[in-house]
Each structure stands twice: as structure tokens, then as C-alpha cells.
């Protein structure tokens, strides 16, 4: 055999010849925008999911500092003051962190059976890298934790 003949019989078509760089190039160029969309909108997606987990882990530790550690009509100011800083130390692990953003509201809720609960609420901003069609830009992320309060 020739080859003339080898070249044609490896190509699969008679007397055709593919040439795989160009058409790797153009696969590539095709499919490139489309990776790069699923790629930026999963480092978003995840960057959300875990400031969510932050914020979440936030609430829960600033009502757990809350809970267990009890407050009379005179301590009432230091107590929500040392409540907001176990927030603000649980979220400070957070990329970018910025405690001027942090928005805390701390309540103690007395029962009429003589029982207690604090109540905390954290929120803090979000913003994603990309501008997506129909997501928000930037948007507010609120959890809300109620614990029981201990004697």
C-alpha cells in the first residue's frame, strides 16, 4: 500500500482527509463559554451556600453564648453587647468579613412559667461575582435562632 492509500483508508472516507487540530479549536471554542458560565455559577452557588452556613452558625452561637448565660434588667445592655461579639467572632472566619455590616437583633422573651428564651436574629449582605439574568445582585442573608434560656 501507498500512502496515499493508508491516508485514506485512516481517514474513514475515501480521498478525504480530517484535520483534528481545527476541529479540536473550533470544539473549543464552542464549548469554552458554556464551561465558563457552569464554572462562575458554581463559585457562586458555593460561595452563597457557605456564607449561609456562616450566617446560620452565627445565630446559633450567639444564642447559644445567650442561652446559657443569664441576664437581669441591669446586665441586659452587656449581655446583648457580649451576645452580638459571639456572633461577630463565629462570622469573622468569613473571606471579606466586615463587622460594620453585620446586623444583629437580640431579645430575651420572659414566660409566664418563669422560663426564658433568647431570641437572635443575624443578617449580613451577599453579593455575587457575576450579574445573573432573574438572580438579585446582592441580597440580604437572615437567620433567626430561639433558644431556651438555662436557670
Known sequence: MTG??????????????????????IEMALLLPFLMILV???VDFGR????YIAVTNSARAAAGFASVNPYTTATYLNWQFQTRQAAIAELSALDGFDPSQISTEITGIS???????AEV????????????????????LRRQVIMRGTR
Open 48 to 51: 452563597f451556600a457557605y456564607t
Open 111 to 117: 414566660e409566664s412559667t418563669g422560663l426564658w428564651r
Open 40 to 42: 462562575l455559577g458554581c
Open 121 to 140: 436574629t443575624v443578617t449580613y449582605p451577599f453579593s455575587t461575582i457575576v450579574n445573573w439574568p432573574g438572580i438579585p445582585a446582592s441580597f440580604t
Open 4 to 25: 496515499v492509500q493508508l491516508m485514506c483508508i485512516s481517514s474513514g472516507i475515501r480521498g478525504y482527509s480530517i484535520n483534528r487540530p481545527a476541529t479540536a479549536t
